[in-house]
Every structure is written in structure tokens, then in C-alpha cells.
């Protein structure tokens, strides 16, 4: 079977969130297990100088806006998959954040430039800009590429089959609908059944009416976004395509993710410990915190927002310092989560710790130095830093929705008398109810042969790709 995943981002050239690990682990499985997995692209600056073997494969001409577009072709440094890069300068050769402007306002072009990624998508598919290669399959993921099916829906003539994976419904792609006269949309699309959303467009709705197969990743969450506390307005459209939704589990390159990782201070194993202790002692000694703390030490690595619950972790974090434990933070978002943080910093600088900004090879020090993982999120479609977490036994502790749920077994009694247990679950987005969890994770700390052995039973957890490509292989092959 030949597939072509299309996506705004990709790792390690742009990497803004999960999407990007998503996207660069995925096709690389696939390929494993037979299939002719390939990748479509925009040609931001990242992309055009990280990728390998990259030479002109079709000239478009002007499109969208953009007077010269090149369709490209070469191979990702890491994994040699074939990958599609669309060079349409005008559009795309922006430095910084692919989706916004240095003022950090959404780029104002931007339904142009991700329709120009879904418009060649379908020209691929419909095999007029590679004579040697047409898939049966069409892979678009998240918002940026919903226009992908409708495009391949206005030629009658199109074999191939679509599926369009929802990454975060809360970023939904809206544009005015007068943008639609740019983007070559016919007006009979422009209604509730189709891409209108309370009188403008949005480019996830277009994914969720127009593809053949949608998934999300996981799925507790494929469940939660036909519920209107999840659903952003959109659940009514899942509940109508109820039938063709599923969730299938994100994976883990755990090549990368594994505490015998050249960026962290010593490795470990199960079998032996003591590397991760050291670990925790350089990450203190980095950041600055005190190596007397009684406690734990607690670790975020995340957007700073409300949607990821940092707010709750604000308020929770007198119950943290109460335990004796320490915070390390690393992330940036809102401002006054970031000034929260900073502030927090300031007040208890032996104990509490706040890296603004993203660091790659940072993040994999927390991973490893921490004792617990904090993702407290109101929601969470998959998360992927819970997954990291477990395979460095560093312990999350996660709130019950979404693929939060569907990954951490709680330490409950029961479950710890089992031996399932592989973190801390609280239930309700209050800071009383992770405050409390807070602190049962610390009076558990002091218990040192629990500890340990809920820390291997996370180690040995797995979540590579192997099943969930598996998965994805048999929608393929239903359609």
C-alpha cells in the first residue's frame, strides 16, 4: 500500500508540539511493516536545510498567493523516509514559529498557506505531479491539513481513500468566510453541512465532514470530543460520524526517549538504579536547587497554559512545597503563567526552578532527573510526555482524560497490591484534588522499595510503534 502522510511539521526540522514527533516516528513504522509510507511538507526554512537529497521534482507555478511554487523531493535526515516539500518562498521561508508572527499574532495569510499544502496533496493523490507515485491513502493531520479532503472530494474521478487524524480539537483552523473566494472552495461548501462554523470556516471541520475515516489519538479522547465539554463546538459533527471515528493510541520512538540517553548525566536500567539518582543530582546542581530537599522533585515540560492545568499547579504549589518536594518547570505559553512560575522562582529559589523558553536536549534531563512528572491538563488528546516519563521511572502524575487515562495506572491500593500501578491519577480539574494527589505521590516517596518497584513496572511499559502502526495499517486496508 502506498500512504502519504500530509502535515504542517515534522521532527527534528519544525517541531512546535507532539505533532511534529507524531508525524516523524509514524511513516518510519509503516515502512517496517511493508507499506510505502511517504511525507508531504511545507517548505519552511527548518525543512528546506534539514532535509537530505532534496532536488526539483515538478514546477507548479503560481498558487495561492505565491508566484513561484516548486514541488520538491528528498529524504528525512533521521529515518530516509521520501518526503514531498512544497517551495512556495512567498508563503512559507519565514523564520521563527511556523503558524505565527513575530508581533505573535496568527500570520495573516496563514488559510492560504496551509490550503496550498492541501491543494497539492490532492494533485499528489491524484497522480499529476509525481508520474512515478500515487497513493491509495491520503494521511492529513490536524487542522492545517482539512482542506485536504475537500480538494480531493472535487474530483469525481479520485481512488484514493482519506483519513484525517485530529491532534487537538481546541485549535480548529477559523477564517473568515469571505477567505474562501482565495482558497477556491465552491459556495455550495459553505454551509452547517459542510465547512461553515457559526458564520466563518474552519479548516478542522473541513477534515471531520469530508474524510472517509477520522481517529484521534487515543481513545478516551475519541470518546470525550462527542461530549460538549470536549467537543469545542464540534461534537455534534463527530456524533453524526460516530461510525467512522476510532482512536488509536499515539507511539513512542523510544530510540530516542531511553535512560541510556547520551544527553542526560548517567544511564540506568532496571536492573540498576543508581544512574538515576545521579541524574536528579546534576538537574539540581543545573538549575540551582538545593540537594537538602526531603521531598521529591517534581517536573513540568510543557506548554505553560490552562489547557495543560498549570493554573492548578500554581494554586497546588503550596501543597507542593509543604511535602519538602521541589519544582523544575520548563516551558513557555501565557504570560502570567510564565510571571506565576517566575514569581514562584524568586520566593523559593531552592526548591523551585523555571526555564522559559523550549530546550530538546534540556527536556531529556527532566525526564531523567525528576521522581515525578507533573500533566495535570483539563484536557489531553494523547500526550506524549507521560509516555517519555515512564520509560526514564520517572512517575507521572496526570489528571483522567484523554490518552492521560488510557497510559497511567493509578497507585491505588488495589493497584499496588497487583503490581499495575505506573503513576498518580486525580479526577477533577481543582487545585484541592491535585493538591491531594500531590501529596499522596510524596508520602509514597519516603516508601523506597514501593517506589522502585512501581518505577520498574513503569520502565518496562511499552509504547512503541509497533501496535499502533499495526492499527493504523488495518483502517488503511478497510478502506
Not at 521529591?296 to 515540560?301: D, E, H, I, T, Y
Not at 493554573?311 to 523544575?328: F, I, K, T, V
Not at 484523554?402 to 497507585?411: C, F, I, K, Y
Amino acid at each position: 500500500m502506498r500512504i502519504l502522510h500530509v502535515a504542517s511539521e515534522i521532527y527534528p526540522l519544525v517541531k512546535t508540539g507532539g505533532l511534529a514527533d507524531v508525524v516523524a516516528a509514524l511513516p518510519p513504522a509503516l515502512v517496517k511493516r511493508g507499506l510505502d509510507a511517504r511525507v508531504l511538507v511545507p517548505g519552511l526554512p527548518g525543512i528546506l536545510k534539514g532535509m537530505s537529497d532534496l532536488k526539483p521534482l515538478t514546477r507548479i507555478g503560481p498558487a495561492f498567493g505565491a508566484a513561484v511554487v516548486t514541488l520538491l523531493s528528498g529524504r528525512l535526515p533521521d529515518s530516509g523516509v521520501q518526503a514531498y516539500v512544497i517551495d512556495a518562498p512567498f508563503l512559507y521561508r519565514r523564520e521563527g514559529n511556523p503558524y505565527v508572527g513575530p508581533d505573535g499574532h496568527d500570520w495573516s495569510d496563514n488559510h492560504r498557506r496551509f490550503a496550498l499544502l492541501g491543494w497539492v496533496a490532492a494533485h499528489i493523490a491524484s497522480g499529476e505531479l509525481d508520474p512515478d507515485w500515487q497513493p491509495d491513502v491520503v494521511h492529513a493531520h490536524d487542522w492545517h491539513t482539512g482542506l485536504v479532503p475537500v480538494y480531493m472530494a472535487q474530483n469525481p474521478g479520485m481512488k484514493a481513500a482519506t483519513v484525517f487524524t485530529v491532534h487537538n480539537l481546541a485549535f480548529r483552523g477559523i477564517f473568515s468566510l469571505d477567505c474562501h473566494a482565495e482558497l477556491g472552495l465552491p459556495t455550495r461548501k459553505l454551509t452547517p453541512h459542510g465547512i461553515e462554523f457559526h458564520g466563518k470556516l474552519s479548516f478542522m471541520k473541513a477534515g471531520l465532514v469530508y474524510s472517509n475515516r477520522i481517529t484521534t489519538v487515543s481513545p478516551t479522547y475519541a470518546r470525550e470530543i462527542r461530549t460538549p465539554e470536549f467537543g469545542c463546538g464540534l461534537e455534534g459533527v463527530l456524533r453524526d460520524r460516530g461510525v467512522d471515528l476510532s482512536g488509536i493510541l499515539n507511539g513512542v520512538d523510544y530510540e530516542i526517549w531511553n535512560p541510556d540517553d547520551p544527553a542526560i548525566a548517567q544511564s540506568y536500567s532496571t536492573d540498576n538504579l543508581d544512574g538515576k539518582i545521579a541524574c536528579k543530582s546534576a538537574l539540581q546542581r543545573e538549575l540551582g536547587l538545593s540537594d537538602k530537599a526531603i521531598g521529591p522533585l517534581f517536573a513540568v515540560v510543557s506548554r505553560l497554559t490552562s489547557q495543560k492545568g498549570m493554573d492548578l499547579l500554581l494554586a497546588a504549589l503550596p501543597d507542593l512545597l509543604r511535602e519538602g518536594a521541589q519544582l523544575a518547570v520548563l516551558g513557555t505559553g501565557e504570560g502570567d503563567l510564565e510571571a506565576g512560575f517566575q514569581y514562584a522562582a524568586s520566593a523559593n529559589p531552592e526548591n523551585v526552578a523555571v526555564h522559559i523558553g523550549y530546550d530538546e536536549t534540556m527536556s531529556h534531563r527532566f525526564m531523567a532527573g525528576a521522581d515525578i512528572f507533573l500533566v495535570p491538563s483539563r484536557f489531553e488528546p494523547c500526550g506524549l510526555t507521560q509516555l517519555y516519563a515512564l520509560r526514564y521511572g520517572t512517575l507521572p502524575l496526570v489528571r483522567r482524560v484523554g490518552g492521560l487515562a488510557d497510559t497511567v495506572v493509578d497507585a491505588t491500593a488495589e493497584n499496588l497490591q497487583a503490581d499495575c500501578a505506573t503513576g498518580f491519577v486525580f479526577n477533577d480539574a481543582v487545585r484541592q484534588a491535585l493538591g491531594a494527589r500531590i501529596r499522596e505521590a510524596c508520602i509514597l516517596y519516603h516508601d523506597k522499595a514501593t517506589w522502585q518497584k512501581v518505577q520498574r513496572r513503569a520502565m518496562v511499559q511499552d509504547y512503541s510503534w509497533d501496535d499502533s502502526a499495526a492499527n493504523y495499517e488495518a483502517l488503511y486496508r478497510s478502506l
